[in-house]
């Protein structure tokens, strides 16, 4: 692994000095309340994307995520992304790729979903099961990871830390608003160190008090509360690992040189006639998994469009079609067939912002946010566009259905309903000359009913999802309440 500089951390809205990946795997929110995003994002050198193509995943993920986590070293690195993606937890290649021609010639589907969940959030949460154990046995301490989930965060992050010594998680989540298999991966979980809190309202309600947490310092450092939601910046670095892994293979076997100078050139750049350059869509909700794109789109990946997807829920949509963001209220939050998808305010979002704007003037603009609940950066549309590669597109519950049952004319298996939101957007998006990688987000075992809906009929459900939704459920109800949470944390948390 060949690291020319130490890649250092600050915060978006300016108040923490620049730190280290360990320190920001550790701590989910900047001590200001703004998140922590690199102080420069590393480049990638066509060369060493071609260096890259012969490796593994555990492999590949060494070397993307060594860019980032500059502070640990590299064969402690190797040894972390080798148990996180090894044979016991995800069949090989982790992330296979699979044609889909015969639905539209150029389309692929990047599948994400072969981990212990189901879903795609395995792929940063394995990662993360090994990277924070590791750091606490190094210092000595506890953490107890405080998290709101959509649907499969949760799973992802309960499966990952589940028996770890020196790790407690509590997990909240929306009542009524997941799929049963969604909440039987998480409930039947037994460990002692899983706390699972069903909310009563919305993930955004949730989020907000998990942010309300973070943001009492006091009580963060005194129950040694960490984060694990997408706002923790060692799942981004995981998540970037999967843009470089999927251009790789959807380029393996084109001809010699075709790497080009994209890999050198700036973002917005011109990227070179030779280039084999790939849209990615991406369904999105929280913009974590987008914005790791566009931090492997910025590093040098040739990717030409991030192509965002959403559901009935289109806050992002509103904002790349637009320059508008307008966040919504959890009463105007829907509830939607892709569940996990259903988010009004997009923590992620800011990391971006930051960027597009640059420190000073998000610094200026970012409290108009705040103050009014709705942030114009219409003057800022044709750079998204042009300069940073984002389009979007919105899906409904129709949409869904008619995707599900195309894609499973097509190819004999159906996709899940948040899938089959980014297939409905690379439909309508996607250009004949360009290829369009869709990132599956999960099994559609994991949502029967649309399926089902979708076919016509109900699909064979496997023994290991039955087992699962046979199983005791453990779970805490509680209102939307930040002094409930408390009195669940200071009752239960490892104590430091």
């Known amino acids: ?108 589907l990047v599948g994400l979903s072969e981990g212990p969940t189901m879903a795609f959030k395995d792929l940063a949460m394995q990662f993360l099961g090994q990277a924070i154990p590791y750091q606490l046995a190094r210092e000595g301490r506890v953490l107890n990871i405080l998290g709101a989930t959509s649907g ?22 929306p009542q009524g608003r997941m799929s049963d298999v969604q909440r039987a991966q ?24 998990v942010k309300a947490i ?131 305010k997009a923590s992620n979002l800011e990391r971006f912002i930051w960027t597009l704007l640059g420190a000073e003037e998000f610094h200026s603009r970012w409290p108009e946010l705040e103050r009014t609940g709705v942030l114009d950066l219409s003057d800022q549309l044709a750079r998204m566009r042009d300069e940073f590669g984002f389009v979007s597109g919105t899906s409904t519950h129709a949409d869904r259905l008619a995707v599900i049952r195309r894609v499973h004319e097509a190819t004999g298996a159906p996709i899940d309903p948040h899938t089959a939101d980014g297939v409905t957007v690379a439909l309508r998006l996607m250009e004949a000359e360009v290829p369009t990688l869709v990132l599956e987000t999960a099994r559609p075992e994991k949502f029967p009913e649309t399926v089902a809906e979708a076919l016509g009929a109900p699909q064979p459900v496997p023994a290991t999802i039955q087992r699962l939704l046979d199983a005791e459920q453990h779970v805490v109800s509680i209102p939307c309440d930040e002094s409930r949470l408390r009195a669940l944390i200071a009752t239960d948390a490892l104590r430091p």
């Not at 998480?186 to 699972?196: G, K």
């Not at 070179?272 to 369904?283: S, Y």
């Open 1 to 108: 692994m060949h690291r020319t500089q130490d890649t250092s951390y600050i915060s978006t809205r300016g108040g923490m000095a620049p730190t280290g990946f360990l320190d920001v795997l550790l701590s989910g929110l900047a001590p200001d309340g703004g998140l922590a995003v690199p102080a420069e994002v590393p480049r990638v050198s066509a060369a060493t994307l071609e260096s890259w193509r012969t490796l593994t995943y555990p492999e590949l993920a060494a070397e993307v995520i060594g860019l980032y986590a500059t502070d640990i070293p590299a064969a402690d690195l190797r040894a972390l992304t080798a148990a996180a993606y090894g044979p016991e937890r995800f069949p090989a290649p982790v992330v296979p790729l699979r044609p889909l021609d015969a639905v539209a010639p150029g389309l692929a």
């Open 152 to 173: 499969d965060t949760g799973s992802a992050a309960e499966h990952a830390f589940r028996g770890r010594d020196a790790v407690s998680v509590f997990m909240l989540s």
């Open 186 to 209: 998480m409930y039947s979980l037994a460990d002692a160190n899983i706390h699972n809190i069903a909310v009563d309202g919305v993930f955004d309600d949730c989020q907000n008090l």
């Open 214 to 344: 973070n943001g009492d310092a006091a009580f963060k450092a005194e129950y040694a509360i960490g984060a694990v939601n997408s706002i923790n910046f060692g799942r981004i670095a995981a998540q970037v690992v999967y843009y470089v892994w999927a251009w790789l293979r959807a380029s393996d076997g084109v001809a010699e040189g075709l790497a080009g100078a994209a890999a050198g050139a700036g973002v917005g750049e011109p990227t070179g006639e030779r280039t084999f350059r790939v849209d990615v869509t991406v369904p999105s909700g929280n913009f974590g998994n987008i914005y790791a794109g566009h931090l492997a789109r910025t590093m040098g990946v040739p990717i030409r469009r991030l192509i965002l997807a959403t559901n009935e829920n289109n806050v992002l949509d509103e904002f790349f079609s637009t320059g508008v963001y307008r966040p919504r209220s959890s009463a105007q939050t829907l509830a939607t067939s892709s569940p996990s998808m259903d988010i009004s």
